[in-house]
């Protein structure tokens, strides 16, 4: 079974600023197979990235992922508003196709 | 407009049993593989069940097998969860959510959320 953990718990970061969230596989995610998802308080989450680096329809380029192998990264470029929320990764190449636990991303 | 629709969910004891539903609008609901994940209270997400385009390919994640039966109606664009011998570790919000392939066969990427229906387990 693939484990995902993500860094930091919690960012804490200005309007503006650039972020970097991580998230480590235990094991080699099958072809990149590694997508992200937004959710903000009391809603469904939303699909930002998938294929590790492909951004979802929709999604504003501020947001880009990379990465490969067991280290992936979501870079959000210059924070807006709206970006405050939990971020999860999800490695979905190999069953189980495990979520990691959140990265938290707060106003400072 | 697009959109996933959840109902069903509700308070009952541990190892009753529950039907949640998801009315699907606005996209060819065929063309699409489903699924169902769940989200226990402050905690993060948990992939619970899934299904093919067609309804011929049904998968579960280990929590769920021989509990939870995921079904698909084409004809009226729904899809369901029927769970069975629930737990208390089974309370949570659970989403419907399409999946990104258009092949039928899922691509385990889910584009379209609905806003959930919570499910609490508990005596």
């Known amino acids: 079974e693939i484990v995902l953990t993500q860094s930091p718990g919690t960012l804490s970061l200005s309007p503006g600023e650039r972020a970097t969230l991580s998230c480590r596989a235990t094991q080699s995610v099958t072809s990149n197979y590694l997508a992200w998802y937004q959710q903000k308080l009391g809603q469904a989450p939303r699909l930002l990235i998938y294929?590790?680096?492909i951004r979802a329809t929709g999604i504003p380029d501020r947001f880009s992922g990379s990465g490969s192998g067991t280290d992936f990264t979501l870079t959000i470029s210059r924070l807006e508003p709206e970006d405050f929320a939990v971020y999860y990764c999800h490695q979905y190449g190999t069953s189980p196709r495990n979520f990691g636990q959140g990265t938290r991303l707060e106003i400072k | 407009e697009v959109q996933l629709l959840e109902s069903g969910g509700g308070l009952l004891q541990p190892g009753g049993s529950l039907r949640l539903s998801c009315a699907a609008s606005?996209?060819?609901?065929?063309?699409?593989?489903m699924n169902w994940v769940r989200q226990a209270p402050g905690k993060g997400l948990e992939w619970v069940s899934g299904i093919s385009g067609s309804g011929g390919s049904t998968y579960y994640a280990d929590s769920v097998k021989g509990r939870f039966t995921i079904a698909r109606d084409n004809s009226k664009n729904m899809l369901y969860l029927q769970m069975n011998s629930l737990r208390a570790e089974d309370t949570a919000v659970y989403y419907c959510a399409k999946d990104r392939s258009t092949t039928g066969w899922p691509y385990w990427n889910f584009d379209l959320w609905g806003r959930g229906t919570l499910v609490t387990v508990s005596s």
């Open positions: 294929g590790a680096s």
């Open positions: 606005g996209f060819t609901f065929s063309s699409f593989p």
